[in-house]
């Protein structure tokens, strides 16, 4: 399956471009339609983990974590990063498409633009780590 996001009307629209498009739109599956996207992937590599709508990937990563830690996995538990917001959209498919990428769109995260409002202003994004 591919995916990717694009944004239209002020909303994230995941597609997945492996799916036939449709004969009256023109488009691929819609999968998701957000206003905000969340990223969790491991911090010590940079690995994807989920991603979608912030409150599905912030309880998915709350969920996991307290598993992980249950099992005795506290550094695993506590390498799972999460970030959300306006993120812009070729940084969200970069990190579906190249594997690591989270950890460096991570590092660069307080100077990339918000999402929505173009490279004027950095992404009031929010990031969680435990």
């Not at 339609?33 to 709508?53: C, M, N, Q, W, Y």
């Not at 999460?82 to 190249?98: A, F, M």
């Not at 929505?116 to 992404?123: C, F, I, S, T, Y």
Request: aromatic fraction near 6%; charged fraction near 25%; charge should be positive.
């Amino acid at each position: 399956m591919t995916l990717q996001y694009t944004l239209k009307e002020g909303n994230y629209h995941l597609y997945d471009l492996s799916s036939p498009t449709s004969r009256v739109t023109g488009e691929h599956r819609l999968r998701l339609k957000t206003d905000t996207v969340a990223i969790a992937f491991d911090a010590s590599t940079g690995a994807l983990r989920e991603h979608g709508s912030p409150l599905r990937i912030h309880s998915w990563a709350n969920n996991t974590r307290r598993r992980l830690r249950a099992s005795g996995a506290l550094e695993r538990a506590n390498d799972i990063v999460v970030v959300s917001g306006p993120l812009p959209v070729d940084e969200i498919n970069k990190c579906l498409k190249i594997d690591g990428y989270c950890l460096d769109m991570f590092t660069r995260l307080a100077s990339l633009p918000n999402g929505k409002l173009g490279a004027h202003r950095p992404a009031a994004a929010r990031h969680t780590t435990h």
